[in-house]
């Protein structure tokens, strides 16, 4: 009794070997046909949908009235005067050179923090001898001299450094900003 019993399970043995063999055999030619069609549509994707672009912007900033230690409402413009530098694309475009920048709007605080939102407008040149123009509706916290911003296409942080006045003795009045962020076309 005790062969016949070794018989049979050599016997299912083999016939579960055969079985996982033809299983993993199935498994592995839907598996191969379902990465092709994967990789078919990553090819199909187009290569700018989503591009992006890291970005520098300085430019003097004048506040009007100037921060103090009391809180107030201010506004605030760069007059026009101001540059990006960006490394990447946009809408599919190679970023060729440097920029211009616009930044214009109103803040809540005082010399320690507040908030604000404002608009960039910028031109960025880009490959074909075209400007890429961003208008950008931002909001923007800050503590101190360093601050974030956020808008739906550009976001980053910030940080000023006084330029006339001292926010204690007179008020705040020009600042210089260098801003680092992200720029990601849609």
């Known amino acids: 009794m005790g062969e016949a019993a070794d018989v049979m399970r050599r016997k299912m043995a083999a016939f579960n070997a055969q079985a996982a063999r033809g299983l993993l055999g199935w498994k592995m030619k839907y598996l191969v046909v379902a990465l092709m069609l994967a990789g078919v549509g990553v090819i199909a994707e187009p290569a700018h949908a989503a591009d992006t672009a890291i970005c520098t912007v300085s430019h003097p900033l004048t506040l009007s009235p100037g921060l103090t230690p009391t809180p107030g409402q201010h506004g ?32 809540t605080g005082t010399c320690a923090q507040g908030t604000g939102s404002g608009e960039f407008q910028f031109l960025i040149p880009i490959a074909g001898g075209t400007e890429f123009p961003v208008v950008e509706k931002y909001t923007s916290h800050y503590v101190g001299i360093v601050g974030t911003f956020s808008g739906p296409k550009f976001s980053g942080a910030f940080e000023f450094l006084p330029q006339s ?22």
């Open 165 to 186: 006045g001292d926010c204690l003795l007179t008020p705040l009045t020009q600042v210089a900003v260098l801003a680092q962020g992200t720029i990601t076309s849609f």
């Open 76 to 107: 605030y413009t760069n007059q026009s005067i101001g540059t990006i530098n960006c490394l990447g694309s946009l809408n599919g475009h190679q970023i060729v050179g440097p920029g211009s920048v616009t930044n214009e709007g109103h803040l």
